[in-house]
């Protein structure tokens, strides 16, 4: 069974940056298709990047040109960069194997004005 485990949340300014980090156990992780969701209070869970097993990504339209997702096989971890951080940022992110709907447990990033 695939477990992650995600890193690097925390309280930052706006116009700060953050590195999430999402490290996976087990052998399957180059295979899959891997994502950053965001669930913010009140709010539904919502897709901020994703990176398919050859590097190809997608990103929501409100964190492009902020936001990078990139994975390093080798290490099993996926990251996504976060720049120019906004309040509405804030938001327990979570990273997850698409293909197989398992998620981590979350990290908290807030954003303060």
């Not at 700060?16 to 891997?34: N, V, Y």
């Not at 209070?41 to 990078?68: M, W």
Request: glycine share 12%.
């Amino acid at each position: 069974q695939v477990q992650l485990v995600e890193s690097g949340g925390g309280l930052v300014q706006a116009g700060g940056s953050l590195r999430l980090s999402c490290a996976a156990s087990g052998s399957i992780f180059s295979r899959h298709t891997m994502g950053w969701y965001r669930q913010a209070p009140g709010k539904q869970r919502e897709l901020v990047a994703s990176i398919t097993s050859v590097g190809s990504t997608n990103y929501a339209d409100s964190v492009k040109g902020r936001f990078t997702i990139s994975r390093d096989n080798a290490r099993n971890t996926v990251y996504l960069q976060m720049k120019s951080l906004l309040p509405e940022d804030t938001a327990v992110y979570y990273c997850k194997v698409v293909s197989l709907g398992i998620w981590g447990q979350g990290t908290q990033v807030t954003v303060s004005s």
